[in-house]
Structures are given as C-alpha cells and as structure tokens.
C-alpha cells in the first residue's frame, strides 16, 4: 500500500540552528500538508501546498517556516532559526483530491524534532 | 475562530463493548467531518469521513453520526477489542478549498480484556 515517508525520524537541534525536515508523498497525490503536534496537544494545521505553490498557512507559520517541492518527489520543511517551542512531532500529509473531493488525508509518521 | 471538543480524553470499557466517543464544534458549519485514529508516536490513520448532508456513515464495526444542529458527531465502535485501544481524534475541514483541518484534542479509548 502507498505511504507517506518522512525523515529524519528524529532530529536534534540546537536553538538557533536550522532544520529541513523531507517527505515523499504519495506518488499521485496532488495536495500536500505539513501539520505539527506539540508533545500531549492536538494535531495542528502549518501549510498546504498545490500547483507549486502556498495555499493555506496558519498563524504558527511564521517568516521562519518555509515549504518546497525541490523536485517532482520530495516536500520539504525549513525552519530558519529554531526556537525552544518549536519543539514538537511534524507530520507531512498528502492528499489526492482537496475539498471537493474524499478528503482524506494520508499521514506519514512524524519526524520528532528536539531543539535544545 | 472554529472550536472543536473531544468531551472526554480518556474513555474505559471492557471488551466486547460499543464505545461511543464524542465530537462538539462551535463558531463553524464545516462540510465534512473525519474522524482519525492515532497509536503513540505514529502520525493519524483516516478511519472515516461524513459529509454535511450524510446523518450516519458505517464502515466494518464502525459508525460515524454527524448532527449539524446540535453541532455533534457520535463515532462508535461495535465489539471492541483490546486492539482498537488508541486515541480517536476527530477533524474539520476549516473552509479552505485544500483540504486543510483543524483536530480535537482526541479521546483516549482503553479496551480492557
């Protein structure tokens, strides 16, 4: 079955430092997610991403966080200078049709970054 | 801004049981509701989505109900097993045409032996 891979599984970092986190997406999908769970709190939506290019984000994605899609698999997360609350699980989901479609989305399993 | 309750964060049953978990929403009349499934340190797992013109949805031992004046949806679990022992979280879509959705908190299913 097509699965969502991302990694590091786990990255430490220092505060200040900067972090990519990659995802492979499902091979058809056309939509894609980063969402983050801080330890113990409830999934949050960051950004999605369609046509190359941002089409949501929330007010956690600030100047410090981008997105790409450097090549026709990968999905990428940077965050420029990282800072002590940004510790927290990032998952990456894909999805093969937005609203109007199933809705579903596919999650990979996180990759858990620590910044000390 | 959109506001979503998981009544309870920790639910207890014996197997064999139906478990009945809760969702409320505020502030939102999104178009669709899902509802995910969540072992520790693993990313959600889709289970189930119903739309806003949909009263029930069933799939294997599982039932979705979804209310949209009461703003509620009712996820249940037929039979439990000890395996189904996860957190249940329930999501919205937030109104944007991607897809984007907001989560509860979850609930915490414990099915006892």
């Known amino acids: 079955e097509p699965e969502v891979t991302q990694t590091p599984s786990h990255q430490v970092t220092q505060m200040g430092q900067e972090v990519i986190l990659r995802c492979v997406p499902i091979?058809?999908?056309?939509?894609f997610y980063w969402y983050r769970q801080i330890l113990g709190q409830k999934v949050e939506f960051l950004v999605s991403f369609y046509n190359n290019e941002i089409s949501e984000k929330s007010e956690i994605f600030d100047d410090q966080f981008s997105v790409e899609r450097p090549d026709g698999s990968n999905f990428t997360l940077k965050i420029r200078s990282t800072k002590l609350e940004d510790s927290a699980m990032y998952f990456c989901?894909?999805?093969?049709?937005?609203?109007?479609?199933?809705?579903?989305?596919?999650f990979g399993e996180g990759s858990r970054l620590t910044v000390l | 801004s959109q506001k979503i309750e998981q009544n309870s964060e920790a639910l207890n049953i014996q197997e064999g049981k139906t478990a009945t978990l809760t969702c409320n929403y505020t502030n939102y009349s999104p178009a669709y509701l899902q509802w995910y499934r969540q072992d520790p340190g693993r990313g959600p797992v889709f289970l189930l989505l119903i739309r806003e013109n949909e009263k029930e949805k069933r799939k294997e031992r599982l039932k979705v109900t979804f209310d949209t004046t009461l703003k509620q949806s009712l996820f249940h679990i037929t039979a439990s097993q000890p395996a189904d022992s996860a957190t249940y979280l329930c999501?919205?879509?937030?109104?944007?045409?991607?897809?984007?959705?907001?989560f509860g908190k979850g609930t915490k299913l414990s099915v006892k032996p």
């Open positions: 989901a894909s999805s093969e049709n937005g609203q109007g479609g199933n809705g579903e989305l596919f």
């Open positions: 091979s058809n999908h056309l939509y």
């Open positions: 999501a919205l879509d937030i109104g944007g045409s991607q897809g984007n959705l907001i």
